[in-house]
Nanobody, 117 residues
């Protein structure tokens, strides 16, 4: 069972990035999938999650309207589309899987997102 986040990079404020969470060894559509992030010197925080049961989505207030989480079941991936990025979005982003949002059992290695001019 393995999760791998990818798609991070350096982007200017106002730019966009598309992160992918790929799974091997299990089907993501059976799990709630969340994206978490951790900035230097700060605690890890949940950014967004998509439920397994009905596809409900949840967002951290500071990313509402800018970030979108979605599933691509054919590719066994979950996508995080991040628009209008701000310097405060700079962090290592991780994807995680579990039975419900917030109850994660698996977490993959992260991908660095840096928003800077």
């Amino acid at each position: 069972v393995q999760l791998q986040a990818s798609g991070g990079g350096l982007v200017q404020p106002g730019g966009s990035l598309r992160l992918s969470c790929a799974a091997s060894g299990f089907s993501l559509d059976h799990y709630a999938i969340g994206w978490l992030r951790q900035a230097p010197g700060k605690e890890r925080e949940g950014v967004t999650c998509i439920s397994a049961r009905d596809g409900s989505t949840y967002y951290l207030d500071s990313v509402k309207g800018r970030f979108t989480i979605s599933r691509d079941n054919a590719k066994n991936t979950v996508i995080l589309q991040m628009n209008s990025l701000k310097p405060e979005d700079t962090a290592v982003y991780y994807c995680a899987a579990g039975g419900f949002c917030g109850g994660y059992q698996f977490r993959g290695q992260g991908t660095q997102v840096t928003v800077s001019s």
